[in-house]
């Protein structure tokens, strides 16, 4: 694709993506991303505009008065339960910056998006090198929930970042409606969870883990994210071939790659399968509010390298009890670290 090339310091108005966007919008990926964008549909105007049309995808786009896009947000699908979405893609063109466009299109975007889509919760990723994602989620009322350390590339990140090869993600949800349901999950989390409860206003059960180990098989939904290195693994059940299952896919999430699985806490074999993988050198990574709808999951984490938490930067308190409970967890994982993609 050819470089997107639009006058500096343009004005700019805030709307609603429409199909004659998506040429822009494919430009402007370009443009951040380079040829490292994790989803290819990105770099294709036709296969953007259809997947804007389906309903699975909402966007804001900042258009200059000639039409060009100059920035873009969005939210989309990311989960097994259909009505969360991820708030994502927030792209600004670098001779566009510094005039308040993210913060207008962030803000229109929560406004506007969740209530066209049906939303019954939002889910976000703030970068833990810089504070600006940080303060707008928590202007607009996304509550942290986890921490995914060294989870991106940092690449598109690199004009305003460290340098780093990776980045730290804070992860965030924001209810919407607040349905009842009950879990199961280890103990060494209660206190956190019951933290993150309150302040999400969530009304869950926790019940106590009983007998029952891993089944016979696995059932896994796998999501590989080739340009990022990170594979994501949600576990409807876990069985006696996880670690086995986990070994290949680290193995296909390379030397520099991150393994991210997230359990179902409303399944009886999560609780096995958790311990299963800290015995690995799994650590927690965050708890996912109505990740498969009826239930929220945990989410596990872990890379080749151990894990550094020395550079990761909070805008205000209120993640910390989650980044303290994923360094003592890691400290735990360290004791029973494995060999890398070996089964």
């Known amino acids: 694709m050819h470089e997107y090339s639009v006058q500096a310091d343009q004005d700019y108005v805030v709307g609603l993506f429409e199909a004659c966007d998506a040429l822009g919008v494919s430009r402007l990926t370009c443009a951040i991303y380079g040829n490292d964008h994790p989803f290819n549909y990105v770099y294709d105007p036709a296969e953007v505009a259809r997947l804007f049309a389906s309903g699975s995808q909402y966007a804001m786009v900042a258009r200059s008065p000639g039409g060009d896009v100059l920035g873009m947000i969005g939210i989309y699908r990311c989960a097994p339960w259909p009505r969360l979405f991820e708030l994502a893609q927030l792209m600004i063109l670098p001779n566009q910056r510094g005039k308040g466009i993210a913060i207008d299109l962030w803000r229109r975007a929560m406004d506007t998006l969740p209530d066209m889509a049906g939303a019954g919760a939002i889910f976000g990723e703030a ?6 994602s940080q303060k707008m989620c928590q202007e607009t009322g996304m509550i942290p929930c986890g921490v995914i350390l060294d989870a991106i590339p940092s690449k598109p990140y690199a004009t305003r970042d460290t340098g780093k090869a990776r980045t730290t993600l804070l992860l965030t949800t924001k209810p919407l409606e607040r349905h009842a349901c009950s879990v199961t999950l280890p103990p060494w989390c209660h ?19 009983g007998p029952g180990g891993l089944a016979e098989q696995s059932i896994i939904e796998v999501v590989h994210y080739v340009q990022a290195d990170c594979v994501k693994m949600l576990v409807q059940c876990a069985g006696n071939d996880l670690l086995q299952l986990v070994a290949e896919k680290e193995r296909a999430a390379g030397e520099p790659g991150i393994v991210q699985v997230v359990f179902n806490l409303s399944e009886a074999t999560s609780p096995a399968g958790i311990e299963a993988l800290k ?6 990574g965050g708890f996912l509010p109505f990740w498969f709808g009826d239930s929220d999951g945990l989410l596990l984490q872990r890379r080749k390298e151990q894990p550094f938490f020395g550079d990761i930067k909070l805008q205000n308190e209120a993640p910390s009890y989650l980044v303290a409970l994923a360094r003592q967890d890691a400290a735990v ?11």
């Open 127 to 132: 970068v833990c090198t810089h504070m600006f």
């Open 191 to 209: 206190a956190e969870y019951a933290a993150l409860c309150d302040a999400m206003s969530l009304q869950r059960t926790v019940l106590p883990c």
């Open 279 to 284: 015995e690995r050198g799994y650590f927690f």
């Open 333 to 343: 994982a360290s004791a029973h670290w494995k060999d890398w993609g070996v089964g």
